[in-house]
């Protein structure tokens, strides 16, 4: 505290200076990022299970793709090992909980957390909609999402979509694919649902404007924080 009141003295008429500690056990924090509303670093010194880290992250987000990933690094943290005895955990694992078995209440999907855990709820890939809709908007890809759904989430086709015209662009393979349908057989029955997959872009031609050749360039949302970013920090105690 001398030390750095001396420094900023330099600049500040009788500095009063405060040094407390916080830790020192040098104990790896536990991490959580992902589809959760503010990603957090938790320094845990009491039992901390999931569902509660969740709540403090401010809970899951709509593009959540529905799985929780922990990653509990080798020697990061004190358990009961193979042999039986408790230490440092001689090998990384990979914890897998689905979010429907959380919400359920199921014992297993909510583990106590521990220190130097890495908790990744797992984003769903995107799709994108565009062109002659109300509402342009990027999708999470979940489970059964169709064409029509998609443009039904999009707000539906505007008065001067077409909704006859509509294009998907699709990467396969490292190329590109392109997939022409027609909303109003698919509403009709006429013409089967198209399931979409990831990075899809839907686009609804628009009338009197020509109609799109190439797949567009479009920039998927960040989902939690930037590599390299500090997270907040909180303490559980």
């Excluded at 938790?42 to 039992?47: A, D, M, N, T």
């Excluded at 914890?95 to 078995?101: F, H, V």
Aim: aromatic share 4%.
């Amino acid at each position: 505290a001398e030390a750095v009141r001396s420094e900023y003295s330099r600049f500040l008429r009788d500095p009063q200076i405060a040094v407390r500690i916080l830790d020192r056990t040098k104990r790896p924090e536990a991490v959580m990022n992902g589809a959760v509303r503010n990603p957090h670093r938790f320094q845990l010194r009491r039992e901390a299970r999931l569902n509660e880290l969740l709540i403090l992250a401010g809970g899951i987000t709509d593009v959540s793709g529905g799985e929780i990933s922990v990653f509990r690094p080798a020697g990061s943290s004190c358990e009961v090992n193979d042999d039986g005895r408790a230490g440092p955990s001689k090998v990384s694992r990979t914890i897998n909980i689905k979010i429907s078995e959380l919400l359920k209440g199921a014992p297993d999907a909510n583990p106590e957390i521990l220190s130097g855990d890495v908790i990744s709820v797992i984003p769903a890939w995107p799709v994108f909609v565009i062109g002659g809709v109300n509402n342009p908007l990027q999708l999470a890809l979940r489970s059964e999402l169709t064409l029509s759904r998609a443009i039904a989430s999009a707000g539906g086709v505007t008065k001067e979509g077409v909704a006859g015209n509509v294009t998907i662009f699709r990467r396969v393979d490292g190329r590109s694919e392109v997939i022409e349908a027609d909303l109003t057989k698919i509403e009709s029955g006429s013409s089967a649902d198209i399931q979409l997959k990831a990075f899809d872009i839907v686009d609804v031609a628009q009338k009197e404007r020509p109609k799109r050749q190439f797949a567009p360039v479009i920039e998927s949302e960040i989902i939690g924080a930037a590599a390299g970013q500090q997270l907040p920090l909180r303490i559980i105690e």
